[in-house]
């Protein structure tokens, strides 16, 4: 780490310092894992501007913060962890692994939710998926702090959404709606109810998100209504998880919550 890069991190150490914050509570106000910032402030990893950003806001820096970041960041690719600073050279985008197939993730989900103590979902229904993660999802879900949020297409029959997604499945519309009900019914019992909040919406999805705490997988969803491979993306922090944060928040404002 550079000379400038460890200026970074002692501005963040004197801030967080200054506002009388533990790591602990500034990872919750950034909504990270402790470890992460942990590893930040040790040099082992280089986060991304979003984070400085936030950073910066948090702990009232004036620009400070973000200014020591940008001085500081690598100007070269780096090698090392799972952390979205490489693939396609820009650090900012967050863009931390690309699947040719939404299938290829394997084995990173473990990653994934092993640090996580929440999870956003925009999904059709995820039946494969969820049946496959059901355990991860409950220990999830039991954690002291879990949270899972669920946002579902609206199956009632004034929906405007069922008749156009079992078109693109190539099913009828009873047997989507049939899907919404199994998911629906499955994540109600995944665990507390106080943890696990299910959204039904009129909103067209475009992709699939799992947001976990601070990272996030896009799935995209094929246009031709063929069964092809369709890629995701794994972000870490960067403009395509802030973007994915920011798209799952304004569609949940359109949402409604089963009760």
């Known amino acids: 780490m550079t000379g400038e890069a460890l200026d970074f991190v002692a501005e963040l150490r ?3 310092g200054a506002r009388g914050l533990s790591q602990a509570k500034l990872a919750q106000a950034l909504k990270y894992d402790r470890s992460y910032i942990s590893k930040v402030e040790t040099g082992q990893e280089w986060p ?10 948090v702990l009232q820096a004036g620009g400070t913060l973000h ?3 940008q001085h500081g960041r690598p100007t070269a690719q780096v090698s090392g962890s799972f952390d979205g600073e490489r693939i396609f050279g820009s650090q900012d985008s967050g863009i931390a692994k690309f699947y040719s197939d939404f299938v290829d993730i394997e084995g990173d989900w473990d990653a ?10 925009a999904i059709m229904y995820g039946a494969t998926w969820r049946n496959t993660h059901r355990k991860r999802l409950r220990t999830l879900a039991e954690r002291p702090d879990g949270r899972i949020r669920l946002v579902l297409p609206d199956p009632s029959p004034a929906s405007p959404v069922v008749d156009l997604y ?7 519309s009873d047997d989507f709606r049939r899907k919404i009900g199994e998911a629906v019914s499955d994540f109600q019992t995944i665990g ?3 943890h696990v909040e299910v959204y039904l919406t009129s909103s067209v999805f475009r992709h699939a998100s799992y947001l976990f705490t601070h990272q996030g997988i896009l799935a995209l969803y094929a246009l031709c209504g063929e069964r092809i491979s369709t890629p995701a993306l794994l972000a ?9 944060r ?14």
């Open 112 to 121: 994934l939710f092993s640090v996580s103590s929440t999870l956003d979902l």
């Open 246 to 259: 920011t798209d799952f928040d304004q569609l949940l404002y359109r949402s409604t919550r089963l009760t």
């Open 166 to 172: 079992a078109h693109m499945l190539g099913i009828e």
């Open 67 to 69: 200014h020591a970041y």
């Open 192 to 194: 507390p109810r106080r």
């Open 48 to 57: 991304a501007v979003d984070f400085a950003r936030r950073a910066d806001h």
């Open 14 to 16: 004197k801030w967080r």
């Open 236 to 244: 870490s922090e960067g403009e395509l998880l802030s973007f994915m």
